[in-house]
Every structure is written in C-alpha cells, then in structure tokens.
C-alpha cells in the first residue's frame, strides 16, 4: 500500500496586533543588521582585549541566530526543519555573554586606591551595560578605526596615526588595577547622543601622595567632544604626581559644555573642590581640552575668581566670550595659558593667536606655547610635553601668587 502524501504543516495562525508586532521587530533587526554586522566584524579584527574579542563573537552569534530559526522555519514541506544551527548560535552567545559578564569591572573603588569614581547624584555605575562589558580601549580603537566614515576630518592616515598615540596609553592602563576595576562612563557619552542626561554628576578624582594635612591645588579637567576617557586621567596623573596637585575630570553630555547647565555643573564641580579637606580652595586651575575650552570661556567669564588660572589645551575658545567685558574684567592681570599645535586643521591657530592678542591688549597674562609639528592631538602625541609645560606654568603662577 502505497504511502500517503504528505500533508502540509498546520499553521497556528496569528493575531493582527501579533503580526505587525513580528513585523516591526523583523524590520528592525534588517535596519540593524548591516550596522551591527560592521560593528562586530571590526571589533573581531581590531579587539585589543579577551572582552573585546568575545563581545564581537556573542554580537555576530546573536545576529546569526534569527537567520537560522528563519532558515530552519522555511524548510520545504515534508523535511524535518534543522534547528542545530540555531541552537549552537544561541549556545555560543551565551557562553560568550557569561564570559564577558564575569571579566566586567565592578566599579567600584580598590581600598587604598588614589584615583576615584564618584556617581553622587541619581546616575549610577551601569556594569551590564554593553558599554562597560565592552572595555574602553576596545572601544576606543574601534571607534577611531570607524572615524573616517563619520568625521571627515579624519582619513585613514590620521586614524592610524590617533591609534598610534593613544593606544600605548591605554596599554599602560592596563595593568594599573585600581583605575581597571572603575570601569567606565562612555555609555553615558553614547546615551546623550541619544537623548539621553546631559549631567550624570559623575566624576573621577586622583590625589597623589602627600604629607598630611597639606592642601592640594586642583585641577578642573573638562573633557572634550565624546566621553569622559579614563585616558584624560592617565595623562595628567603623571602632572599631579609632579606637581602635588590634585586632579578632578567630570562627566558632561557629549563633551558639549554649551549645552545648558554646563556652565552650571562647571561651578557644582568646582563647589565640591573646594568643600574637599584635602583641597585648597583657592589655587583650583581650570583646563578645557578641544570642547572643553567652551566650558573654560563660560565658567571663566561668569566666576573668574573661583579659578587661578585657565588652560585652552587644543581648545575651542569662542571670542565674543573672551572679548566680554565679564571675562576681560575678570582676569586682567591673571593667568591664561593657551597649549595649541600649529597643524591643527579643527581649530586653527591664526584664530588662538589673534584671541591671544586680543585679552593680551585688554591686560589679561597670556602665554601661549606653540607646538610646531603637533595637530589637534597633540594631548596624547605629546603627553610628556604637555605635561611638562603645564607644570613649568603652575609652577610660576603659584610662584607669583605666594609673592602677593
């Protein structure tokens, strides 16, 4: 007797609401599909950390994984549908996930360490977000690799050499575990691209070692565009050992101190210097690098005896504000320092010269160092520079106001 054909599969049918609802996510997850693809492809080949690695591994699983239930669903009347490869991309996604979600720095600060991360307000530690699962360096380096498609500033040349200068620094880091198990604060960064909170009221603090009892000159840190690296830190924890000073970096937004309430949480920052023990009030520096300088100009022109001195380091200066009278006023006869490199092809350096000349003429104390053959990166390019030139000017201001 011959057998029976075979009957097609039965069906369950759905729902409208379900069906525009399947219908969306499958459009979303095409729309997603080439982004995260990129994403995760890159990451595999440019990883710099076992995290970095497995993160682009679960990203390429997770992608794969409604593909192959698709496939599998798709399967021809009367063959048995394959789910084995679903299966081993979902396995390996959480194998990967587990992984990376065991290695994630707690955020929190080792007992005894100098360097700090401090979430007073509502915003708090994010550890599982995939922002912190994902190591900063990788981060970093993937995101400069990705630079010349959504900067044109930046070519494949320029990219390679930022990787160049930035890299060994975050290397460095590395092995230094108290500033490893803070974790980082990028994803804020990524959110407010997003709309998300301008103010996270975080920031990372270092004090070096001391004698005791001995208050500290600070400085006042403002990040550029993008986040809050742990890299800006790094950088200027060689100064603060130096110099005895202390060093405060907050987090703001995108790195856009115009944005409202930056100048606002400028002074809350600089409020809670100046309420630190460890801290002296009145010798607290203010530095802007790139974006930064636009939070340097605002704060500088609305408290400018809060402040010592002020440092635009490759920063954006903006001179109707330092041709207003409130700033002129404010600091003639005081200290500005301008760090700028004579390439810089964002912020040219006939604009810092002629706001250089310009508050020079109104009696403000300018300096300005040129670095000849340095662009807009000449922070991480020229670090020990940096470094020293900054030292050898608060050096000399502390010198004239111990004179007073």
Same mark, same amino acid.
């Given at each position: 007797?011959?057998? $029976? ?22 459009? /979303? ?9 990129? #994403? ?8 710099? !950390?076992?995290?970095? #690695? ?19 669903? @798709? ?26 979600? =065991?290695?994630? $720095?707690?955020?929190?600060?080792? $007992? ?34 990705? @630079? ?8 494949? *040349? ?19 575990? *108290? ?10 960064? %990524? ?28 400085? =006042? ?7 809050? #690296? ?20 907050? !987090?703001?937004?995108?790195?856009? %101190?115009?944005?409202?309430?930056? /100048? ?24 802007? =690098? ?12 609305? !408290? ?50 002629? *706001? ?18 340095? *662009? ?24 004239? !106001?111990?004179?007073?």
């Amino acid at each position: 007797m011959d057998d $029976p054909p075979p009957q097609p599969r039965a069906g369950r049918r759905r729902s409208p609401p379900l069906r525009i609802l399947l219908g969306l996510l499958w459009a /979303t997850y095409g729309i997603c599909l080439p982004f995260v693809l990129l #994403f995760s492809v890159l990451l595999l080949l440019f990883f710099e !950390t076992l995290s970095g #690695f497995l993160c682009g591994v679960a990203l390429l699983a997770a992608l794969v994984l409604p593909l192959a239930v698709l496939i599998a669903r @798709a399967a021809p009347a009367g063959k048995p549908r394959n789910y084995r490869p679903a299966q081993i991309m979902g396995v390996l996604f959480v194998m990967c996930l587990t992984v990376v979600v =065991l290695l994630a $720095p707690p955020g929190t600060t080792r $007992p005894g360490s100098r360097v700090t991360s401090h979430f007073p307000g509502p915003a708090s530690f994010a550890r599982y977000s995939f922002w912190n699962l994902l190591p900063e360096i990788d981060q970093v380096k993937l995101g400069v690799v990705m @630079a010349p498609m959504y900067d044109q500033l930046v070519d494949s *040349d320029e990219a390679r050499h930022i990787r160049q200068i930035t890299m060994p620094i975050y290397r460095e880091m590395q092995g230094d575990p *108290d500033f490893m198990s803070m974790g980082s604060v990028c994803n804020y960064a %990524w959110g407010a691209l997003f709309g998300g909170a301008y103010e996270t009221g975080h920031y990372y603090r270092y004090v070096p070692e001391h004698e005791a009892g001995r208050r500290l000159p600070v400085i =006042l840190f403002l990040q550029g565009a993008t986040a809050n #690296f742990k890299s800006y830190l790094w950088v200027l924890k060689s100064l603060a050992d130096r110099e005895k000073c202390a060093v405060v970096c907050p !987090t703001f937004d995108f790195g856009d %101190w115009s944005q409202p309430g930056g /100048t606002e949480a400028i002074e809350r920052m600089r409020a809670v210097c100046a309420a630190d023990h460890e801290f002296d009030a009145s010798r607290i520096y203010l530095i802007g =690098l790139s974006n930064g300088g636009l939070g340097v100009s605002r704060a500088g022109q609305a !408290t400018p005896q809060a402040y010592a001195g002020l440092v635009y380091l490759s920063g954006i200066t903006e001179s109707p504000l330092l041709s207003d009278s409130r700033f002129i006023d404010g600091w003639r006869g005081r200290d500005v320092l301008f760090l700028h490199g004579a390439k810089d092809d964002r912020i040219a350096m006939t604009s810092i010269e002629s *706001d250089v000349w310009l508050i020079e003429q109104k009696g403000v104390r300018v300096r300005l160092i040129r670095y000849e053959d340095e *662009d807009h990166f000449l922070f991480f390019s020229q670090r020990e520079r940096v470094v020293g030139d900054l030292a050898g000017w608060m050096e000399d201001v502390e010198k004239r !106001t111990r004179g007073k």
